[in-house]
């Protein structure tokens, strides 16, 4: 009997092995075209009202985890960069750090952000 049940459970489950379930009728999000556009925007809007001072465990609450990270000491302060995705160059289905906005921190706090900031370092 058991043999027969686990007979029966295969035959019911195999041709389920090839199945693909999709939800909210999309692929997985980082594929999605609108979700990365979103994402974008979003951290735009928050760049942009951003001011120098503000902690990056703050940064890193509203905006979540960077796209790419970079963290150096220079003189007595430990600099970190957060770079997070902005703007669109090439569709290429991958983020580089052209098509990010860095953050630099001083000591855990914002010291400022964009290319020139980041030039300068």
């Known amino acids: ?5 686990l007979l029966v459970v295969a035959a019911l489950i195999l041709p389920l ?11 997985d999000a980082r ?12 951290n735009r809007n928050y760049i942009n009202q951003l001011t120098t001072g503000v902690s990056l ?18 003189a007595d302060s430990s600099v970190q960069v957060l770079f997070y995705r902005t703007h669109h160059r090439r569709s290429d289905g991958m983020t580089s750090k052209d098509e990010c906005t860095p953050l630099i921190f001083s000591n855990g706090r914002l010291t400022g952000w964009g290319d020139k900031a980041y030039a300068q370092l």
Not at 17 to 27: E, I, P, T
Not at 57 to 74: I, K, N, R, Y
């Open 1 to 5: 009997m058991r043999l027969k049940n």
């Open 57 to 74: 465990v703050q940064v890193m609450q509203d905006l979540g985890t960077p796209d790419f990270t970079e963290a150096f000491q220079q």
């Open 31 to 42: 594929f999605n075209e609108s979700d990365w556009r979103q994402t974008q925007k979003a």
């Open 17 to 27: 092995s090839g199945c693909v379930v999709a939800v909210n009728g999309s692929k």
